[in-house]
């Protein structure tokens, strides 16, 4: 058939898929070619998108000036957030690395335009987040050709929007949805940061999937499909 995956390119998506992390560090000063980055950018517009709205817009940031304006937010931000939280999950939280925003050479502001192609787009009347959701497809694309690529990528969201548009000129209407670091890393970790930190266990594939209705992690008509998932991917 016609656009069949050889089992070459399954697995090379598959370890895409599971070898991608969130990188807050490691990152070199290696400049990304301009060609991956061109693939990067166009792997994250081929994303689906609802009502074909392609709402998303990808700001390319090298500005050292404007990188530190948004650190600046960041810490102000994490402290912020700290205090909702008691000792000693406190001081845990506050030793962890969260960002790369001067340490990486590139970083990528990804936003959202809901009056693209109008006010109305199809799929949108019902659930209007789906513009949103849309965007989000667009970002892990992006993730995904970015680790193919060799590049690492870290999602900054402990942020002020208000302080994103301002620095970045962003216009009122539209919305900041993820603020990214890119760049060549020392290493890819076997495990996420916040799970190897302990902050987080991984939860299993089993307790995760329902069957028929919500909560129903039982049911005859799903029985080998079940035992596969509980044998076979739990490891992922």
Known sequence: MNGDFSPEEKDGFY????SRRDVRSH??????????????LNAAHHAPSVGFSQPWNFILIKDKESRRKVKNS?????????????DPKRSKYL??????????????CVTYDPSKFGPFVIGRSSIPETGIYSVCCAIQNLWLAARAEDIGVGWVS???????????DIPEHVIPVAYLCLGHVTVFAEKPDLE????????????????????????PNWQQIREMIISNLDYA
Not at 32 to 40: F, G, M, N, V
Not at 158 to 168: E, G, Q, R, V, Y
């Open 27 to 40: 990152f070199t000063s290696e400049p990304i070619d301009e060609k991956a980055l061109s693939r990067i």
């Open 15 to 18: 370890k895409a898929v599971f």
């Open 196 to 219: 190897k930190a302990g902050w987080l266990d991984r939860l299993a594939l089993k307790d995760v999937v329902y069957y028929e209705r919500w909560n129903n992690v039982s049911d």
């Open 95 to 108: 030793s962890l690395r969260l960002e790369g925003i001067l340490n990486s050479p590139l970083n990528v």
């Open 158 to 168: 402990i942020l002020s929007n208000d302080d994103l548009k301002k620095i970045l």
């Open 74 to 86: 960041f810490d102000k931000e994490r402290m912020r957030s700290s205090s909702l939280i008691e």
